[in-house]
Nanobody
Framework: QVQLVESGGGLVQAGGSLRLSCAAS????????MGWFRQAPGKEREFVAA????????YYADSVKGRFTISRGNAKNTVYLQMNSLKPEDTTLYHC??????????????????????WGQGTQVTVSS
């Protein structure tokens, strides 16, 4: 079992930046692929970014590619989402998630929310126009 706690959300003007953090409990963080998803009220949760446990593989949704960067610090049990050039349509609740799928190479991560086993409560990002 792992607990995930997001932070770093807030209110920012369009064009601004935020860095989200997700702190994980436990000593197995480095074995998980990690992802960020977002969900607006009344809408399905959608993929934002994912990173393999060794950090060598990353995926992004087309809507955030070139603006967002996912990274991880295994020594700190933390995954980050640097968000630049924010747009009003980025406004929503952001969740991090952990995928415990075994990957001996460490070069695995998924864009599908059904592959993720643990979820944080989310942090709100609001971008004003």
């Amino acid at each position: 079992q792992v607990q995930l706690v997001e932070s770093g959300g807030g209110l920012v003007q369009a064009g601004g930046s935020l860095r989200l953090s997700c702190a994980a409990s436990g000593r197995t963080f480095s074995t998980y692929a990690m992802g960020w998803f977002r969900q607006a009220p009344g809408k399905e949760r959608e993929f934002v970014a994912a990173i393999s446990r060794n950090g060598g593989i990353v995926y992004y949704a087309d809507s955030v590619k070139g603006r967002f960067t996912i990274s991880r610090g295994n020594a700190k049990n933390t995954v980050y989402l640097q968000m630049n050039s924010l747009k009003p349509e980025d406004t929503t609740l952001y969740h991090c998630a952990a995928d415990r799928t075994v990957s001996y190479s460490g070069s695995y991560c998924s864009t599908s929310l059904t592959d993720y086993d643990y979820w944080g409560q989310g942090t709100q990002v609001t971008v004003s126009s």
